[in-house]
């Protein structure tokens, strides 16, 4: 099978995962209404599943790297399908904390699919530009998911539940039968210290001094995403009105940005006109300033912010990961991406806590968090480049593998 058939083969697989996201966001808080009405409880929902994601991803990249990305990808799926299934099941409250914990005891699917399509690119250009394809995927898998999750969360709030579990139950049986191995045998990690321990990967990460600012302004990044958008659905609720079914048009509409900027605009702007050191410090500062506008409780500075946001995160998720699997040894890109991925869950885990309470005091305040957030991942960035610049060579060492 040649590299573009497995490319949209793995393409494929995480448009649906997408697919299935992009249901459950705009309908989960109103599910969540029918056993607690406290917007706390959903935001730890979404924190519950974060931190269980903050362990297990670093562990599945490096399983992957190990193993292949094959079976580390068909673990995390069935893992997924058996939590939306609880979770749609559940008949109190504590079963559906239950549902997120046996999602994020395996999560991983991202991270894989960015590793199978990185082991297929040929140079820095494909592989950055492979990257920004699974941006595109999500767009487009948003444009779709929130129109599935308003109307069938119009017919019963569990309805979209079932149905991503059954998605993601054929998605693993797709995988089962099409998904082709993309890491040869001769190039998988074979370390005698490989360990099971969950926490090995994430030690490794913290000892990393030359990834250290990365992963920093990656985190707050990851906080500042996680914080309004544990909220979000209820913000528009709250100061617009806005049900179930206007949501996901909302969330759908952002889809077709983040797939024009992710499709189009990527590879034949941002990446023409900028460098991406320059083009992640510029979407820091865009992104940082949309939080501002969407904190104004007016219309037009809600669409402006949107705009912003979507711009901004969807540039920001592919760069800040690209300068990163950059830097890494080509036998532990699987470990870096997880790596990534645990830093955004547990920005994900910590985030809704305050969210969650600062919404409660005043609707506008996690916005006004995120993009002071933003704005520390900028200053984060540009202290640790004026650094390099001062103290060290031009050439970057590669990370060397542990």
């Known amino acids: 099978m040649n590299s573009n058939k497995i490319k949209y083969l793995v393409l494929f697989t995480v448009f649906i995962d997408v697919v299935g996201l992009g249901i459950i966001i705009p309908v989960i808080p109103f599910y969540v209404e029918r056993l607690s009405g406290s917007p706390l409880t959903v935001t730890t929902l979404f924190a519950v599943f974060a931190l269980c994601s903050f362990v297990s991803s670093p562990l599945i990249g490096a399983l992957s790297d190990r193993y292949g990305r094959r079976p580390a990808l068909m673990v995390s799926i069935a893992s997924t399908a058996a939590g939306w299934f609880i979770f749609a099941a559940a008949p109190n409250l504590w079963i559906l904390y239950l549902g997120r914990i046996v999602d994020g005891l395996a999560a991983g699917n991202l991270p894989v699919a960015q590793s199978a399509l990185i082991d297929l690119a040929k140079d820095d250009k494909e592989r950055t530009a492979n990257l920004g394809l699974i941006g595109a995927v999500f767009g487009i ?37 099409f998904f082709p191995e993309t890491r040869d045998a001769s190039q998988r990690h074979h370390d005698r210290l490989f360990s099971l321990n969950p926490f090995a990967p994430i030690s490794r990460a913290v000892k990393n001094i030359q990834l250290r600012p990365n992963y920093t302004a990656l985190f707050l990044f990851g906080l500042a995403i996680a914080g309004s958008q544990s909220v979000f659905s209820l913000y528009l609720k709250n100061v617009y009105g806005y049900e179930e079914l206007v949501t996901g048009i909302i969330f759908a509409l952002t889809g077709v940005v983040i797939a024009f900027n992710q499709g189009f605009m990527m590879r034949r702007f941002w990446l023409k006109r ?6 992640e410090l510029i979407m820091l500062l865009v992104f940082g300033l949309s939080y501002i506008f969407l904190s104004l409780p007016i219309f037009i500075f809600l669409v402006i912010g949107l705009l912003g946001m979507t711009f ?11 300068q990163i699997v950059g830097k890494a040894s080509p036998a532990m890109r ?3 991406l997880g790596i990534s991925a645990s830093i955004v869950s547990l920005a994900a885990g910590i985030a809704p806590f305050a969210t969650g309470t600062l919404f409660t005091w005043r609707v506008y305040a996690p916005f006004i968090l995120s993009a002071a957030l933003l704005f520390g991942a900028f200053g984060v ?8 610049a001062t103290d060290l060579s031009p050439e970057t060492p590669v990370i060397s593998e542990v």
């Open 141 to 177: 898998a948003f444009i779709i998911g929130p129109f599935i999750g308003g109307t069938l969360g119009n017919i019963a709030h569990s309805l979209p539940f079932w149905f991503v579990g059954c998605l993601a139950t054929l998605n693993l049986i797709g995988a089962y039968f």
């Open 381 to 388: 960035l540009c202290k640790a480049r004026r650094r390099l």
């Open 334 to 336: 699987g470990e870096v």
């Open 274 to 279: 900028f460098k991406e050191p320059v083009l």
């Open 312 to 322: 901004g995160q969807s540039v920001l998720r592919v760069v800040m990961n690209g």
